[in-house]
Nanobody
Framework: VQLQASGGGLVQAGSSLRLSCAAS????????VGWFRQTSGQEREFVAS????????YYADYAKGRFTVSRDNAENTVYLQLNNLKPEDTAAYYC???????????WGQGTLVTVSS
């Protein structure tokens, strides 16, 4: 499976963005597609994920209430809606696929989100 993330950009605090993760290749019922983010000098951290079969979702505490992960089976795409963005949300956002909700085995390239105050 190859993943292509897109949708990042430069926005002001309080704005929204929707990130997309398009998968080429088949996603199986056991797969979980997740979003992670990383800032310079920091480790990559979990943001949110979704099970491909059941659509069960998982969120980091800081993402609950502001971020929403969803999927479109027909488009083989997972989305991450980012609302009420804060400057501390500035990071490179990566999508990944695996079988664990909080980690990934295969990664796409990142898409940069920059939030100005």
């Amino acid at each position: 499976v190859q993943l292509q993330a897109s949708g990042g950009g430069l926005v002001q605090a309080g704005s929204s963005l929707r990130l997309s993760c398009a998968a080429s290749g088949r996603l199986y019922s056991s797969h979980v597609v997740g979003w992670f983010r990383q800032t310079s000098g920091q480790e990559r951290e979990f943001v949110a994920s979704i099970r491909w079969r059941s659509s069960r979702t998982y969120y980091a505490d800081y993402a609950k209430g502001r971020f929403t992960v969803s999927r479109d089976n027909a488009e083989n795409t997972v989305y991450l809606q980012l609302n009420n963005l804060k400057p501390e949300d500035t990071a490179a956002y990566y999508c990944g696929v695996g079988t664990d909700p909080y980690s990934a085995n295969y990664w796409g390239q990142g898409t940069l989100v920059t939030v100005s105050s």
